[in-house]
């Protein structure tokens, strides 16, 4: 994970019209990256940790992350402080896929916390993801889930890649979205500010 946690820059690479929000709002990670509150986002690639706690940085409250323990055992809090404050992390290791699957659900319906990070080595399949689904949206928390494996047909409201660019930064390309198109964008991790700066490179790519 990159220490240099903030990001400024977050260049459109393809146009996209992500049209997320829901009842319970949104989180806005920028003007054109946003997430729909209440709902359930799938993220892969290696960059997948940088995305995630960009979106978590733009919550508040409680964090809730969910994974096996080889997981947790990799989280650094000098990683983690660019972007949130490491008081705000509950942690919780799972034995099994079973195991981390329920707590996640238990977590997403607890309204305990506004956003809840799970880990699986692969994706939730379609039942998986809409009991995971409709816990969220019960409660109006985002479940962001890290895909270390193949994703699955699923429930997801979103899903993303997450890679390393050339020459620095990352692409997150927005593969799936269900009330939107799908798009790219480069981002950098330079500068002061958590917020991503947007420099649109497509005419069409809008709020």
Do not use: Y
């Not at 404050?85 to 290791?93: E, K």
């Not at 699957?101 to 699986?120: D, K, N, T």
């Not at 660019?165 to 991790?189: D, E, H, L, M």
């Amino acid at each position: 994970m990159r220490t240099k946690a903030d990001l400024t820059r977050l260049q459109t690479v393809a146009a996209a019209q992500l049209a997320g929000t829901t009842s319970h709002g949104e989180i806005r990670v920028a003007r054109p990256v946003r997430l729909a509150r209440g709902r359930v986002h799938e993220v892969r690639g290696d960059g997948a940790d940088i995305f995630v706690l960009a979106a978590a940085a733009a919550a508040t409250g409680p964090l809730f992350w969910i994974g096996a323990a080889r997981e947790m055992n990799t989280l650094a809090p000098t990683g983690l402080q660019g972007f949130v404050d490491p008081a705000r992390l509950v942690l919780t290791a799972g034995l099994t896929r079973a195991e981390t699957l329920w707590a996640g659900e238990q977590a997403l319906r607890s309204r305990a916390a506004p956003c809840v990070i799970i880990e699986l080595q692969d994706g939730p399949d379609l039942r998986e993801s809409r009991r995971l689904q409709i816990a969220a949206e019960e409660s109006g928390a985002i479940g962001l889930v890290i895909l270390h494996g193949r994703a699955r047909t699923s429930a997801a409201e979103t899903r993303w890649s997450c890679e390393a660019a050339a020459g620095g930064g990352w692409v997150w390309i927005c593969t799936k979205a269900k009330r939107g198109t799908p798009g790219a964008w480069r981002v950098s991790a330079l500068g002061k500010h958590h917020a991503p700066d947007l420099v649109p490179l497509a005419a069409s790519a809008t709020a």
